[in-house]
């Protein structure tokens, strides 16, 4: 093999382990051990995923996301480590809707204080295209009390945070009608008071 045609060969198998290289980051990136993939970030120190659930599929309005809570996570959000004061990453994937008509879909994650008390409170997205996804970092204490059906405004203290939550459900709703069956993905971390 002449000098020339040496170099050259290195030169392609450079370029093909280059390629190979980042070909290999890129699939890690989207499939991290911690289950963050495009467009997620890694979790800091304190973070949790509160909720994460496969692809679900909704056939009313309510559906219960117990199967899909983080067991580690306490209900009291105030101690040791104060999740109330923290915010919240709520990331909704809205894969496919029966009736795409029905748009502006809303899609909450609500839950009750788990001290016996009937208070709601709930936040989630709002969908004007039949799918889509909605990720957003909001304080913790931003979500919605819920008095008779309807918002009633920030949460803030007003809230029972020693005790803060019982099962949480998705709830789900078009402007124009059901948009049953839905099919979604949800994702909540919490980030603690720094």
């Known amino acids: 093999m002449k000098r020339g045609d040496a170099n050259r060969l290195i030169g392609l198998v450079f370029t093909f382990l280059m390629l190979a290289c980042a070909q290999e980051t890129d699939e890690r990136a989207a499939t991290r051990s911690d289950g963050a993939g495009a467009g997620e970030s890694a979790l800091a120190p304190g973070d949790v995923v509160w909720i994460d659930t496969p692809v679900l599929e909704h056939t009313r309005d309510f559906l219960s996301l117990a199967d899909y809570l983080n067991p580690a996570l306490p209900s009291n959000w105030l101690s040791p480590i104060?999740?109330?004061?923290?915010?919240?990453?709520v990331r909704i994937e809205l894969i496919e809707v029966a009736r795409p008509s029905s748009v502006p879909i809303y899609y909450l994650v609500g839950w009750s204080p788990d001290d016996g008390s009937e208070r709601y409170i709930r936040g989630g997205a709002r969908f004007d295209q039949a799918s889509g996804v909605v990720e957003e970092r909001v304080p913790v204490k931003s979500?919605?009390?819920?008095?008779?059906?309807?918002?009633?405004?920030?949460?803030?203290?007003?809230?029972?945070?020693s005790k803060a939550f019982?099962?949480?459900?998705?709830?789900t709703w078009g402007s124009n009608g059901a948009p049953y069956p839905l099919k979604v993905k949800v994702r909540l971390t919490l980030h603690p008071r720094p």
Do not use: L
């Open 143 to 161: 979500f919605q009390k819920v008095v008779n059906g309807r918002d009633a405004g920030d949460v803030n203290d007003d809230w029972n945070w």
């Open 166 to 171: 019982r099962t949480p459900n998705g709830d």
């Open 82 to 89: 104060n999740y109330a004061d923290g915010e919240v990453s």
